[in-house]
């Protein structure tokens, strides 16, 4: 991409001073309606769960419903100490996962970035195979439940997105372009060592990236259901937020399953019971969402130039 | 003697390297290894060392049932259409997002179709459940409100080649625009003040200047997503159809027929094929695309 010039700060509007007014309204017309278009299961959802249940069961999802009602909330607030659990589960793997996904990929960063490692290109190497081929899905099970024995157990949650070849190659083609050598070689003349180049200069050096990858965790732990969902079977204490959604969903598709095989009336009932409301499980839904709604018009922008830095190549 | 000397004086350095390392090996290395029992009658209670090897037999069984040619077509056809159509719309998208320049109103939107990137497919599936529901959704809603009679959509399999790319697009078009409209942003003024003077209007300043200095990345892209053609996203093909039974022969993709065989138990051997057939395929696209791209623009190249 070497054809482009960084402009954005003398950007005067040439592009679009004679870009007719009634073409003008036509795009912003579009781009709205997409835009908010886009919002809407998301707000339907948001007034699903605030709607009154049985006005749900006669009306259906409507946008603005005939009656509000804030029960599933209370209803999740008083009987949900799984979903609290759930929660902080999931709260506490993004952060571990996070910061441990960043401790081990930014140290191997540095040590493959320092020209006096002899084997920085077997380790890239080492590092590039991993993105070409992978195992498969069923190799990689068999590896992480029964090999290392981790069914069952947070570190299935932790580990296998902790560490990505694409990331790691980010950080290098960064390190390598940002912090010139001659600083660390420097500190290393003057005495500091290796774990000290790497804290004090390097580190703090690299923040815009690795903060770009920290956001880049942060979410993907956060959204994560897909280990959960192949490795947490029988342990329900560490169920994170999203397998448990996923978990509600499949109680229903059982039920409107059942209904067609013949269960009994009594089972059937029991089973109707014990699944939340409509109402509830979209206010759940609301609570898996929120995290993201209330810090994403912050990180928006951090993310856009990070998806610069991130197509950076040297 | 020399090695070791040299080991010596990088312990740190090996020592930083170590996690990932291990890592690595574990996760990425041991089950590339691992791949090959495709080639056996795996019995998990007689694990890798114990089961019997059976050459490709595994594989015959794949490519006789009628599920080898529905998955690789569902995988590849979704994933074209995902790939060409996605690139048109994100630049059209970034185009217009450009042109209407730094109004609040454009910024507002352009955070706004971004935001279902940060969605799981598990929140993803609620979403398209509440419009698709046979009983209370809102689709089913407009359509008796103008007096049709209502559609069981996860029993609809016509109906899923163009849900699955309208949610792909939800998803994925802010993420892609984006892309391209930072490609647009660097685009030296200098060209447009020229074309000013020379005539041209804002629809022949787009076409003669914005399109042909966005063909680079727009290829590269395309390229590179082809690497990825044969992978499929297992959130959206599992999550939002629901597994849906009436729905596979339109909606399972080699990873949904993976993971159904994995849970179902059924020959652990012939879903291991289909996963490495994948793989194997899958890493001839990236080397062969990447091949390409070397060719087209060196600069983009992974490696």
Redo the contacts between chains.
């Keep these: 991409m070497k054809l482009f010039k960084k402009n954005e700060f003398v950007e005067k509007d040439i592009k679009r001073e004679d870009l007719p007014k009634s073409i003008k309204a036509i795009m912003t017309t579009i781009t709205t309606l997409l835009s908010f278009s886009m919002l809407i299961p998301l707000l339907l959802t948001i007034s699903v769960s605030f709607t009154d249940n049985e006005t749900l069961m006669l009306e259906g999802y409507k946008l603005i419903p005939s009656k509000w009602s804030t029960s599933a909330y209370e209803y999740l607030f008083k009987a949900g100490s799984q979903i609290w659990q759930a929660y902080g589960i999931s709260i506490f793997v993004t952060i571990v996962g996070t910061v441990a996904g960043l401790f081990v990929m930014t140290t191997f960063a540095y040590a493959i970035t320092r020209n006096s490692f002899p084997w920085k290109k077997q380790y890239v190497m080492f590092v590039y195979i991993t993105m070409l081929f992978s195992g498969g899905m069923i190799p990689i099970y068999m590896m992480v439940s029964n090999v290392l024995g981790l069914r069952d157990n947070i570190l299935a949650l932790i580990l296998p997105l902790c560490v990505n070849g694409t990331y790691i190659l980010i950080l290098r083609t960064y390190m390598r372009t940002s912090v010139p050598p001659t600083v660390v070689e420097a500190a290393k003349i003057d005495g500091a060592g290796d774990w000290r180049c790497f804290w004090q200069i390097v580190l703090p050096m690299c923040k815009p990236v690795v903060a770009t990858i920290a956001l880049f965790l942060a979410v993907a732990y956060w959204n994560d259901w897909y280990q959960a969902f192949l490795y947490i079977v029988k342990n329900d204490d560490i169920v994170p937020i999203q397998l448990l959604l996923k978990r509600i969903e499949n109680e229903i598709q059982y039920l409107s399953n059942a209904a067609n095989t013949g269960l009994t009336g009594v089972e059937l009932q029991r089973l109707n019971e014990n699944l939340p409301e409509e109402s509830v499980k979209m206010a759940l839904v609301v609570m898996v969402v929120t995290p993201i709604l209330v810090t994403y018009p912050f990180f928006q922008k951090f993310f856009i130039s990070g998806i610069t830095i991130g197509s950076v190549k040297e | 003697m020399k090695f070791l000397k ?1 080991v010596y004086k ?1 312990k ?3 020592l ?2 170590l ?3 291990v ?2 090996i ?10 090959l ?1 495709a080639f056996q009658d795996f019995k ?1 209670y007689k694990g ?1 060392f114990g089961s019997e090897w059976v050459g490709f037999k595994n594989f015959e069984f794949l490519f006789k049932t009628s599920d080898a040619w529905i998955i690789t077509r569902n995988t590849l056809c979704y994933n074209l259409v995902f790939i060409i159509l996605g690139a048109i719309l994100a630049v059209i ?1 970034a185009i ?7 109004t609040r ?2 910024t ?9 990137h ?6 993803g ?4 459940y ?2 698709l ?1 046979f ?4 689709l ?2 407009i359509i008796e409100f103008f007096g049709g009679t209502p559609i069981n959509w996860y029993n609809e399999p016509k109906a899923w080649p163009f849900i699955l790319p309208i949610a792909h697009f ?1 998803k994925g078009i ?2 892609s625009s ?2 391209y409209y ?2 647009i ?5 200098d060209y ?2 020229a074309a ?1 003077i020379d005539g041209a ?2 629809f022949q ?1 787009v076409r003669y200047i914005t399109v042909p ?1 966005l063909k ?2 727009v290829i590269v892209m395309l390229i590179l997503h082809m690497g990825s053609v044969f992978r499929s996203d ?2 959206l093909f599992y ?1 939002v159809t ?1 597994n849906s039974g009436a729905l596979y022969n339109v909606t399972s993709t080699i ?1 949904t027929y ?2 159904n065989g ?1 849970t179902q138990g059924s020959n ?1 051997g012939m ?2 094929a289909t ?2 057939y ?2 194997i395929v ?2 001839i696209l ?2 062969t695309t990447n091949a390409i791209v070397r060719k087209v623009s060196p ?2 190249a ?2």
């Design positions: 040299e990088n740190v350095l090996l930083m390297t996690p990932v390392t890592l690595l574990l996760l990425n290395y041991c089950p590339m290894f691992g791949a029992m998990a890798f998208l217009i997002f450009d042109l209407l320049g730094k109103l454009n507002v939107n352009q955070i706004l179709v971004l935001f279902p940060f969605i799981s497919w598990v929140v599936s609620y979403f398209v509440t419009v529901s009983d209370k959704g809102i089913n809603g939800w802010g993420y984006i892309i930072s490609s942003k660097g685009i030296s003024l447009y003040e000013k209007g804002w300043q200095m680079s990345i297992f959130g999550l629901r990873d993976v993971y994995l652990l879903t291991a996963g490495l994948q793989s899958a890493c990236v080397i600069d983009d992974m490696f």
